[in-house]
């Protein structure tokens, strides 16, 4: 079990995430982790590092649209609402450093199951160029004040959000060097809510 005090800056927690066996296209990926199980809310900051596990990556296409998002879910178990996480996040490069500066997190809490959610848009800051590799991703967590939860289960997400067929990411190796969208194909960008990003119940409450 992991005890940090409120206000204190946690070392960096490094959890591996397996997206599966490449190569492969996919437009979400979806990885259960019980590393966080047992953590109270006591208002302190946890630092995470997401590191794929057996050299694989992320490619992020020229068609992988700029809606692409890297979600964190945590459960309670809880039957109310229990607060909101706050923070930022950022890709990481194969050695574990940052490929943009922090980027803020959206957050979102449902008001009936005691559950909590972060959403990292990485291509939103104008910073990265496509296609991209990551091989990570970093958050910095400022958990809620609510010392009597705590963590029961964790989700972590990549999401390619975009609604054209050729909105997909990369999991490598040996995937296409680029995808390009379709020279027939118009490209919208929706501006998707946190509802139909992270697929979570109507019932949700957005932090502003």
């Known amino acids: 079990m992991f005890v940090w005090s409120a206000g204190e800056r946690a070392r960096a927690i490094t ?12 437009s979400q990926s ?32 020229t068609a992988t649209s700029s809606q692409f998002a890297a979600t964190l879910t945590l459960q309670t178990g809880e039957s109310g609402l229990v607060g909101f996480l706050g923070g930022t996040g950022e890709l990481l ?5 940052p490929l943009e500066t922090p980027q803020d997190l959206g957050s979102a809490s449902g ?6 959610h972060v959403v990292l848009s990485p291509l939103l800051s104008g910073q990265l160029q ?14 809620p004040s609510n010392p009597s939860v705590t963590i029961s289960g964790s989700d972590f997400q990549l999401i390619a959000a975009g609604v054209n067929h050729d909105d997909r990411f990369g999991i490598g190796p040996g995937v296409p060097t680029d995808i390009v969208p379709d020279a027939g194909s ?15 119940p109507n019932r949700m409450l957005f932090a502003r």
């Open 15 to 26: 959890i591996g995430i397996d997206l599966g066996s490449p190569p492969k296209l996919a």
């Open 30 to 61: 979806d990885v259960s982790f019980d590393a966080l199980n047992g953590v109270s809310l006591n208002g302190q900051t946890l630092s995470l590092d997401f590191m794929f596990t057996n050299g694989e990556f992320a490619r992020l296409f």
């Open 93 to 97: 490069d194969q050695q574990g450093n």
């Open 111 to 116: 008001n009936d199951d005691g559950s909590m």
């Open 130 to 143: 496509k296609p991209l590799d990551f091989f990570g991703v970093h958050y910095d967590l400022t958990l």
């Open 186 to 200: 118009t490209l919208f960008l929706f501006g998707l809510g946190l509802i139909v990003v992270l697929g979570i």
